[in-house]
């Protein structure tokens, strides 16, 4: 399954991005990303047991701080990589509106990067491949 946070409706919550970003071997994978990788890529670069691995890539995918994409192959051995899908990331304390009220709330919110003609062609026919 390929997911890309960008799409997605529901943003992650405060505390599902910090406990992601809280975990040194995850920061590091994180780190690692200045290209897209597989897991197998970043657990030797990044010397992480590979179940570990995937493991934190699950973990920084559903925080929607990485993007999985499939790169298709016509031997049938397709192969995800993992980017990075944001390129800052701020956590803040929002004050309530009424001044009755003196709650305050954690929000977090992304600041993601375009997505490339060859992203977004790739994206299609990922799309197109899991609905046939």
Do not use: N
């Amino acid at each position: 399954m390929v997911r890309d946070p960008s799409r997605e409706e529901d943003p992650p919550s405060v505390d599902d991005v910090l406990d992601a970003l809280a975990d040194d071997a995850a920061r590091r994978i994180v780190t690692a990303l200045t290209e897209p990788k597989t897991a197998s890529d970043l657990s030797e670069e990044c010397d992480i047991p590979l179940s570990t691995t995937y493991r934190k890539l699950e973990k920084l995918t559903d925080a929607s701080l990485l993007r999985e994409s499939t790169d298709i192959r016509r031997d049938g051995q397709h192969t995800t990589r993992y980017s990075v899908s944001f390129d800052s990331v701020t956590v803040s304390i929002d004050h309530a509106d009424d001044e009755a009220d003196e709650s305050r709330d954690l929000t977090v919110e992304f600041s993601r990067p375009e997505r490339t003609r060859d992203e977004r062609l790739a994206d299609l026919w990922s799309e197109l491949r899991e609905e046939t």
